[in-house]
């Protein structure tokens, strides 16, 4: 530790010194000396409290607090200021990804994986190919339901694209801003432990649309009940990751409105899978009335017989 | 001096003559001018640059002309053909049909766009407008596609006439990811390469379903 505490000192030394040969420069900060001891610090303390620590997100909210206003220095005018929010590599995406499709029960989605660096790639491009697979598998799935009649004559339905995409980026843009202002608003009341910044939960909620990309290809099955089961258990996967992120935030206030405003992010989460799979791919069972017919001329046959 | 005392100069010689300064050669600027050239020879510059990068992009090599010398006609042209010949689509009515030229042409710019934004938000090292013009150059082979499925379409309708058509646009569709690829992957750095050739990949797989899923009337 004292070696640690050295290094610490040394790295501030250099960087005390770089700042007055130039004032002007912006500072960036090195995050594994002040990362380390913390974590060391919290390894000390014992398993359960560590678990529940890291839902809380208690042992590092302030350091989250440091860094937070250490990375965005840069004006928000200047490209550098945005490209902090895309400051992620590839097996970071991967990481997030995956965090979101297998929830840990018990581990917060925003403190395991997104820890004081949120990015904008992930949910801007899982939103993209969100609104791309739904209208593409709706066409798909609509050719598919209506191919063996004469009467049908294949649309693109190029105008359902725009339409997707007004509804997942206004759900996955306009929800959070929405979250964040209640939840700022109830901390101005409620002393809350854990809070999040506005990106953190564009975060969360971005990589939670994620698991729906494969329901989407998997609801071109024209089968009622394949694409209900499809539905409730995409629901159950992401809905479990937007509740173990806000219930520890929402869970030291009033316990009517902790509960309705997790039932809130629930229902709001279920009412877009609904509405695209109701809107987007039309229902197997409505185009099929030819098999009605030979069943009258069977029962026919034997009253005649009889 | 005394044979100097009758020298007298008349006031009527006029004094006349000539003062040459020696000029310098031609200034190096005035072989840059291209003001006087003909217009055709503009023309035909342009296009054989245009036509170069074709080239460049129907055989994509390591070679960094087009990145060096961008310019936006190309793309331009291809996306005004494209989007041309995406009309005259299937409709009963005007909402369900395919794409109009302008939602054609907001797709393919505003993702070009939105692409070269993102690679330059990751850190990537090119430039604003080499970026867009390789994107737009690559849409070469799909819109070679477009033609192919529109002669073929031509024929028939039926089962063939979509195998054939499926095959032909998967193709091209490979050839514009890689070719575009080719190009952009380089300025990125190596540990998120991934992360810039996937919207790539969602770019041209956008293009490539307006391709495919173009019905006649």
């Known amino acids: 530790i004292t070696c640690l505490v050295m290094y610490l000192f040394a790295e501030f030394d250099d960087a005390a010194n ?29 398993p359960g409290r560590e678990e529940d620590d890291e839902l809380l997100g208690t042992d590092d909210s302030d350091k989250t607090e440091l860094l937070a206003g250490q990375k965005k220095s840069a004006p928000f005018w200047t490209f550098e200021y945005y490209q902090t929010f895309f400051d992620v590599d590839t097996y970071q995406v991967l990481d997030r990804i995956k965090g979101s499709v297998f929830p840990v029960p018990g581990k917060n989605f925003v403190r395991l994986y997104i820890r004081s660096n949120p990015d904008l790639y992930g949910p801007f491009w899982i939103c993209a190919t969100l609104v791309f697979t739904i209208a593409v598998s709706g066409n798909l799935s609509n050719f598919i339901i209506h191919l063996g009649k004469p009467t049908y004559h294949y649309v693109p339905e190029f105008r359902k694209v725009s339409i997707a995409a007004t509804t997942i980026y206004a759900y996955a843009w306009l929800v959070p801003l929405a979250l964040w202002g209640f939840l700022m608003w109830r901390n101005s009341k409620v002393m809350n432990i854990v809070s999040y910044s506005f990106l953190e939960i564009v975060c969360v909620y971005g990589y939670s649309l994620f698991i729906y990309i ?3 290809i998997l ?43 997790v039932a809130t992010i629930l229902l709001l989460h279920a009412l877009l899978a609904v509405g695209c799979l109701a809107y987007f791919f039309d229902a197997p069972e409505l185009d099929f009335p030819a098999p009605v017919i030979p069943a009258h001329n069977g029962t026919t046959v034997i009253t005649k017989s009889h | 001096f005394p044979g100097l005392a009758d020298v007298s100069i008349s006031q009527d010689i006029p004094v006349e003559g000539e003062i040459t300064v020696p000029v310098g050669s031609q200034s190096p600027d005035e072989d840059y001018s291209t003001l006087d050239e003909p217009v055709k020879d503009t023309i035909m510059r342009d296009l054989k640059a245009v036509g170069k990068k074709f080239v460049h992009v129907m055989y994509p090599r390591k070679s960094s002309a087009l990145l060096r010398d961008w310019d936006l006609w190309g793309p331009l042209v291809l996306c005004v053909s494209l989007a041309l010949m995406l009309q005259g689509g299937s409709a009963d009515s005007k909402d369900d049909g395919g794409p109009q ?26 430039s604003f407008f080499q970026s867009l013009c390789v994107l737009g150059y690559c849409v070469l082979p799909l819109t070679v596609a477009m033609l192919v499925c529109r002669l073929v379409l031509l024929a028939g309708a039926g089962t063939v006439s979509f195998i054939i058509r499926l095959i032909v646009v998967g193709a091209m569709f490979g050839w514009s990811t890689l070719a575009s690829t080719a190009f952009l992957a380089d300025s ?23 391709i495919l899923t173009f019905t006649p009337q």
């Open chain 1, 18 to 46: 770089l700042l007055a040969a130039n004032p002007d420069a912006t500072t960036i900060s090195i995050d594994e000396p002040v990362e380390i001891p913390k974590n060391q610090h919290s390894r000390l303390q014992e």
């Open chain 1, 214 to 216: 494969p329901t989407a």
């Open chain 1, 219 to 261: 609801w071109i099955i024209p089968q009622k009940v394949v694409r209900w089961v499809l539905m409730v258990f995409s629901l159950c996967l992401s809905g479990s990751v937007l509740v173990m992120t806000f219930w520890p935030a929402v869970r030291d206030d009033n316990r009517r409105i902790a509960v309705a405003t």
């Open chain 2, 101 to 126: 030229f302008a939602e054609v042409f907001v797709i393919i710019w505003f993702g070009a766009v939105v692409i070269t934004l993102n690679s330059k938000l990751l850190g990537g090292t090119i």
């Open chain 2, 188 to 210: 990125q750095p190596p540990n998120r390469k991934a992360l810039v050739v996937y919207p790539i990949f969602l770019f041209y797989f956008v293009i490539s379903w307006m």
